[in-house]
C-alpha cells in the first residue's frame, strides 16, 4: 500500500502519501471505541483454504447482499467453534457443510459451533448469507445533488483489518486462500477482482454476473471488488493481461500515465529471477480512495489522483511511476510472499519503496535515483517521531505500524544492504527468499536467513542495528593532514544519543581523497563513538568525501572551509555529494563567491536535483546577486520540474518590485503550467500589491483540471487577505471540484482566525463523504488554532466510517490544538514525501509560515497525483 501525500506530508497508502505528501502527509461499526490493528499474529484454529463470494448491491441504500462459501481444513485438535472476524453485517443463514446451523454474533465475530470437537485435517463448508451496510471496508461512490455527473463505483480496501465489513472471514495476514467472486452489476458496468476473468454472463433485469477466479492463494486483506462505469486500455506483458481502468470518460488518461508497466513487469521479473506470479495485472483508478494505491493481489486500485491531465503529465519528470512501481513491487513482496504480523509490515512496504528506486534508476538514471535518496534521507531525519522507533515492532497500539520507518527508512535499509553485500548476491538473496516462501507468510528473520542461504554473508549484525534498532548515526567530522607524512588524519565522533533502542552503529564507509594527482578511496569502518583514521594522501587534499555517494542512511556535521565546499560542487562526481555542498554553502552567508558558484551549478550541474537545489539555496541566501541568477535562469528552458523551482526561489525576495512583476508576468503567460503554479504561489508569500487581482483573474480562468485555479486558491492563504474570504467559502462548499474545495478549505483557514463561523464551516466539512475534503478540513482546523474545533474532531474520532489514514492524523491535529507546536498554532509537525518540488530540501528548520506553506504544497500534490507516497502521515488504525 502506499499513503497518500496527505498521509504523514510524506506520500503513498501511500501512500499515501500520498503524498504524497513530505513523508507529509501518518479506523469501526458495533464499538466506537478505536481498535489498533492486532501486533502479533493469531493463532489459529483452522487453515482458510478457499473462498467463493457472490455480492450484489442495492445502491439507492447503499447496501450489500452477499452470500460466501469458506472451505476449510481444522488445524487444532478439540475444536468446538469456528470464529470468523464479521463486523457490522446481519447474518441471514449459517450451513455447515450443507446443513443448517446455528450460529452466534458478537460485535466482531460469527461464531457457528460444530455439532463435536474436531481433530486436525477435519474439512469443512461453511456457506453465510448475509447483508449489510458497512461503514468501510467497501465503498459506494455515487452521484449525488452536489456532483450529479460523477461516474458510479463501488470498491473495496481491506489493509489492514477492514474486509470483516464487507466479507465475514478470517482478516489477518497469517492464512492464504484461494477466491472465485462473482459479482452481480448493472449491464453497463466494469468488474475487477483478483485472478482470471471467467465468464460474464447475463443475469436478467439490465443485469450481468462477472465470474473471477484466483488460483493462487493469497490473505484476505488482499481481496478485491472493484464494479462501476470505467473506461478499460487494454496491453499485455509475456501474453499475461494487463489492463487499466479509469472513471469513464478519463481513459484518454491511462496511457501517459500508466502506460510504462509492463516495462517494469519486466525489470523486476529479471531483477529477482521469478516471473510476475499472477494471471493477470489490472490497475483501476478509483475517485475518494481512501490511500495512494493498494496493492491487491493480481489487482491493484490507486487513487484516481493519478490520473493526471495529458497537458500536465509531461511536466512530471518521473510521472506516477513512483506510484506504479511502489504497488507492483508488493505483488511479489506482500502478496507472494506475504507478512506473518504487523510488526513486520516493512517486507511489504520498504520493499516496495526500495522497488520505486530500482525502476527510477534503470528507467531514468542513477543521478535521478541518486538525488530521490538524498531527498527521502532528509526527509527521514525531520521526522523526530520516527528516530527511537525501531523498523520492526510490535508496539503502536497508540500510533499507526505504516509509518515513515515501514516505508523510508525501511528501503534506505535495503539499498545499503544491496550496496554492501553487492548487486549480485543481493539479488541472489531475494531470489532464494521468494522461491522458499513463495505462498508463505514470513518474519523478518526468514529474509535474514535466506540471505546468509543464498550468500553466505552474516547479515545479523545489519539487521540488529537497523531493523531491531532505532535511529542512525550522526557525525561530526574533521580532518586535518600531515605533510611530512603525507597523512590525512580522518576524525569521526558517533553523536547521535545512545539511548532505548538507539546505538552506536557499525558502517562500512568509503572516504575519497582528491589531491592534485587525483582522487583514491579507501574502506574504513566505524564502529565507535570517536575514531581517528589515518589515510595517505600525496598532497594537501582539495576535497575529502566521507561516505562518498552517499550510500549510508546518515547525519553529518563536516567541519570543512569554504573552498572545498566550492571544489566539491563543482568536481564531486555524485550527485548526493554536490547536494551536500550547495546546502553546506547555503549556510555562508554574504559571500559573492559562494553565489556565484551556486548560480554556476544552477546553470551547469549535469543532474537537474542539483540545479534545482541550487535554487532553493540561492532563495535562500537572498540578495541582489542570486536574485539576478535565479532570474537569468528563467531564460534556460530548463525542464519545468527545475523552472518551477526557480519561480519559487523567487517568492523569497520581498519588497523587489521587479521581482513581483516578473512574476506575475510568469502567472498570466508562461508555457509551464507548474511554473506559473509556482509564480502564483510566490506572489502569496510576497504578499505583492496586485496579487488578489492576480488571484481572482486565476481563479475564473480555464486550466487543465483547474491546476492554475487551485494554486491561486492556495496562494490565497498565503496572501492573508481577509477580502478574500467569500470567493474561499464559494470554491470550498460542495458541488465544487474537488481539488479546488481543498485548496479553498486550505486557505480559509488561514483568514480571520478569529471568526468562529469560519471555524464551524470547516468543522461541517468533516463528515462529508469525500475522502480528500475531510482530510484538507482536519488539517485546516489544526493548523487554525482555534481550540473551539477540539469537540468536532473528538467526535469524528468515535465516528465509524473512519478511513485508513485518518485516525492518526486527527488525533495529530487534537494534539496541536492542545498543545500548539512552537508556541503557536498551526505548525505543521508532519513530514514526508512532497515529491519532486520539495523546495525545503535544503531548509534544517521551518517556522511556522515555513510549515504551513509545506502542507500547502503537499495538499497541491495530493490533488496532482498521489509518496507518499508513501510518499509517506501513517496509514492509521483503529
Known amino acids: 500500500m502506499i499513503r497518500d501525500p496527505l498521509r504523514d506530508a510524506n506520500r503513498h497508502r501511500r501512500r499515501p502519501a500520498f503524498l504524497a505528501l513530505a513523508a507529509l502527509l501518518a479506523i469501526f ?15 489459529r484454529d483452522y487453515d482458510l483454504q478457499h473462498s467463493k463470494i457472490s455480492l450484489r448491491f442495492d445502491l439507492d441504500q447503499k447496501k450489500i447482499l452477499g452470500e460466501v462459501t469458506h472451505s476449510l481444513s481444522i488445524l487444532r485438535d478439540g475444536t468446538t467453534k ?18 443448517s446451523v446455528n450460529f452466534e454474533t458478537s460485535a466482531d465475530k460469527l461464531i457457528i459451533p460444530l455439532h463435536a470437537a474436531a481433530k486436525p485435517g477435519d474439512k469443512f463448508d461453511i456457506a453465510i448469507r448475509y447483508e449489510g451496510k458497512p461503514a468501510k471496508g467497501i465503498y459506494f461512490i455515487l452521484p449525488d445533488k452536489d456532483y450529479p455527473d460523477r461516474p458510479k463505483q463501488i470498491w473495496t480496501q481491506g489493509e489492514s483489518e477492514d474486509t470483516r465489513y464487507y466479507l465475514p472471514t478470517y482478516d489477518y495476514p497469517n492464512d492464504r486462500l484461494t477466491t472465485e467472486t462473482i459479482i452481480t452489476v448493472p449491464a ?21 454476473t462477472w465470474y473471477w477466479k484466483e488460483s493462487v492463494p493469497s490473505s484476505t486483506y488482499l481481496i478485491t471488488v472493484v464494479a462501476g462505469e470505467f473506461d478499460e486500455v487494454k496491453d499485455t506483458w509475456r501474453g499475461i493481461p494487463v489492463t487499466y481502468y479509469a472513471p469513464k470518460g478519463r481513459g484518454d488518461r491511462l496511457p501517459i500515465n500508466f502506460g510504462r508497466t509492463p516495462a517494469m513487469m519486466e525489470l523486476f521479473s529479471k531483477k529477482f529471477g521469478v516471473d510476475y506470479p499472477w494471471e493477470k495485472y489490472a490497475q483501476v483508478m478509483a475517485d475518494d480512495f481512501v490511500a495512494g494505491g493498494m496493492e491487491n ?16 503529465a509531461l511536466e512530471y519528470f518521473t510521472g506516477q511511476d513512483d506510484l506504479i512501481s511502489h504497488e507492483l513491487g508488493h505483488q511479489w513482496f506482500g502478496d507472494l510472499v506475504t507478512i506473518k504480523d504487523w510488526g513486520d509490515i516493512w517486507l ?14 534503470a528507467h531514468f ?20 517521531n520516527l528516530w527511537n522507533k525501531p523498523i520492526v515492532r510490535h508496539d503502536f497500539d497508540d500510533s499507526s505500524e505504516f509509518d515513515g520507518n515501514a516505508y523510508n527508512k525501511a528501503g534506505w535499509v535495503l539499498y545499503m544492504l544491496r550496496h554492501q553485500i553487492g548487486e549480485d548476491a543481493f539479488y541472489r538473496g531475494l531470489k532464494h527468499y521468494l522461491e522458499v516462501n513463495r505462498g508463505k507468510n514470513v518474519v523478518t528473520s526468514d529474509l535474514s536467513k535466506a540471505m546468509e542461504e543464498a550468500t553466505h554473508t552474516n547479515v545479523d549484525q545489519f539487521f540488529s542495528q537497523w531493523l531491531y534498532g532505532a535511529g542512525a548515526p550522526k557525525f561530526d567530522l574533521s580532518y586535518t593532514y600531515d605533510s611530512e607524512k603525507h597523512q590525512v588524519m580522518l576524525a569521526v565522533k558517533q553523536t547521535q544519543k545512545v539511548e532505548g533502542r538507539v546505538g552506536l552503529f557499525r558502517v562500512p564507509v568509503e572516504v575519497e581523497i582528491t589531491t592534485a594527482s587525483g582522487p583514491k578511496l579507501y574502506n574504513v569502518t566505524v564502529s565507535k563513538d570517536i575514531q581517528t583514521f589515518p589515510l595517505p594522501a600525496e598532497s594537501a587534499p582539495l576535497m575529502v568525501l566521507f561516505d562518498k555517494g552517499g550510500h549510508v542512511l546518515k547525519s553529518a556535521e563536516f567541519h570543512k572551509e569554504k573552498k572545498e565546499w566550492l571544489y566539491q560542487l563543482k568536481n564531486a562526481v555524485d550527485v548526493a555529494d554536490r547536494a551536500d555542498a550547495v546546502v553546506a554553502l547555503g549556510k555562508i552567508k554574504n559571500d559573492e563567491e559562494v553565489v556565484a558558484t551556486l548560480g554556476e551549478a544552477l546553470r551547469n550541474d549535469k543532474a537537474w536535483g542539483v540545479r534545482a537545489t541550487a535554487a532553493d539555496t540561492l532563495g535562500q541566501l537572498g540578495g541582489a546577486s542570486a536574485s539576478k541568477l535565479l532570474l537569468a535562469a528563467l531564460n534556460s528552458n530548463d525542464k519545468p520540474w527545475v523552472r518551477s523551482r526557480v519561480v519559487s526561489a523567487l517568492g523569497n525576495f520581498k519588497d523587489d518590485a521587479a521581482i513581483a512583476a516578473k512574476l506575475d508576468s510568469l502567472a498570466k503567460q508562461d508555457e509551464s503550467y507548474r511554473a506559473r503554479a509556482a509564480a502564483l504561489q510566490a506572489l502569496g508569500r510576497l504578499k505583492t ?12 480562468a480555464d486550466s487543465p483540471d483547474g491546476f492554475l485555479r487551485n494554486a491561486a486558491l492556495r496562494s490565497l492563504g498565503s496572501l492573508g487577505d481577509d477580502k478574500a474570504v467569500p470567493l474561499l467559502l464559494q470554491w470550498s462548499a460542495a458541488g ?10 486550505n486557505s480559509l483557514a488561514r483568514l480571520q482566525k478569529d471568526n468562529k463561523d469560519i471555524t464551524k464551516q470547516l468543522g461541517a466539512y468533516l463528515t462529508e463523504p469525500h475522502f480528500s475534503v475531510r482530510m484538507a478540513a482536519i488539517y485546516a482546523l489544526g493548523g487554525r488554532g482555534d481550540a473551539t474545533a477540539i469537540p468536532a474532531l473528538e467526535a469524528l474520532l468515535k465516528s465509524d466510517d473512519l478511513s485508513i489514514e485518518m485516525v492518526p492524523m486527527i488525533k495529530a491535529q487534537i494534539a496541536r490544538l492542545k498543545k500548539p507546536a512552537d508556541g503557536k498554532p498551526g505548525a505543521n509537525p508532519a513530514s514526508g514525501d512532497a515529491g519532486e518540488e520539495s523546495a525545503e530540501a535544503g531548509a534544517e528548520k521551518f517556522t511556522t509560515e515555513q510549515r504551513l506553506e509545506k502542507l500547502e504544497h503537499l495538499l497541491q500534490e495530493m490533488s496532482e497525483r498521489l509518496k507518499s507516497m508513501e510518499k509517506r502521515l501513517p496509514p492509521p488504525k483503529q
Not at 511489504?348 to 534508476?361: D, I, P
Not at 530521490?372 to 532528509?378: K, M
Not at 500589491?689 to 475564473?700: G, L
Open 297 to 312: 493481489s493480481s489487482a491493484t486500485t490507486n487513487t484516481s489522483t493519478s490520473l493526471v491531465h495529458p497537458k500536465l
Open 188 to 208: 453497463s458496468w466494469i468488474t475487477v477482482s483478483n485472478g482470471k476473468l471467467i465468464s460474464v454472463s447475463d443475469a436478467g433485469k439490465g443485469l450481468k
Open 736 to 745: 465544487k471540484p474537488i481539488d479546488s474545495r481543498t485548496a479553498a478549505i
Open 689 to 700: 500589491p496586485h496579487a488578489f487581482a492576480t488571484f481572482d483573474a486565476a481563479v475564473a
Open 82 to 99: 469456528i470464529a470468523f472476524d464479521s463486523v457490522g453485517l446481519t447474518i441471514q443463514s449459517v450451513t455447515l457443510n450443507k446443513a
Open 365 to 384: 538514471g542513477k543521478d535521478q535515483a541518486d538525488y530521490e535518496r538524498w531527498s527521502n534521507s532528509r526527509e527521514w531525519f525531520e521526522s523526530s
Open 29 to 43: 461499526i458495533a464499538a466506537p471505541q478505536l481498535r489498533a490493528d492486532e501486533p502479533y499474529a493469531r493463532s
Open 348 to 361: 511489504n512496504e520498504g520493499f516496495a519503496t526500495f522497488l520505486e528506486a530500482v525502476w527510477t534508476e
